[in-house]
Nanobody, 120 residues
Framework: QVQLVESGGGLVQAGGSLRLSCAAS????????MGWYRQAPGKQRELVAH???????NYADSVKGRFTISRDNAKNTVYLQMNVLKAEDTAVYYC??????????????WGQGTQVTVSS
C-alpha cells in the first residue's frame, strides 16, 4: 500500500506565506512526477504545480512567480512554497504522485488534502 500524507495548511493573512509538504510512504520502487492541485468551493480541481523526477517544473499562470514546487527524492517528499498569498488561493490543496510500486506496477496516488485559507 502507498500513502501520501500532506501537512502545512492553515489560515494566513493575504500577503503571507505557507509551505505545504507531502510525503509518500509504502512499497515504492520509484516516484516519477509529483504535483499539487487545488479545489475551491464550487470549482473544479485544478493543477497548481508539477515537477518531474528530473526536476522540471511547470506552474499554473495564476501562481507563477509566487509559488515554488520542489522535491526531496531521498525523502519521497514534495513541497509547495506559497508566497504573497491571495484570497483567491483559498482552497483544499491535494498532492499527487505517479509511483512505480515494487513489483506491483505503476499508478497515480492522491493525498487526503489540506485546507489553505487566506483572509483578506
Amino acid at each position: 500500500q502507498v500513502q501520501l500524507v500532506e501537512s502545512g495548511g492553515g489560515l494566513v493573512q493575504a500577503g503571507g506565506s505557507l509551505r505545504l509538504s507531502c510525503a509518500a510512504s509504502g512499497r515504492i520502487f520509484s516516484i516519477l512526477a509529483m504535483g499539487w492541485y487545488r479545489q475551491a468551493p464550487g470549482k473544479q480541481r485544478e493543477l497548481v504545480a508539477h515537477i518531474t523526477n528530473g526536476g522540471i517544473t511547470n506552474y499554473a499562470d495564476s501562481v507563477k512567480g509566487r509559488f515554488t514546487i520542489s522535491r526531496d527524492n531521498a525523502k519521497n517528499t514534495v513541497y509547495l512554497q506559497m508566497n504573497v498569498l491571495k484570497a483567491e488561493d483559498t482552497a483544499v490543496y491535494y498532492c499527487n504522485a505517479d509511483i512505480i510500486r515494487s513489483g506491483l506496477g505503476r499508478d497515480l496516488y492522491w493525498g487526503q488534502g489540506t485546507q489553505v485559507t487566506v483572509s483578506s
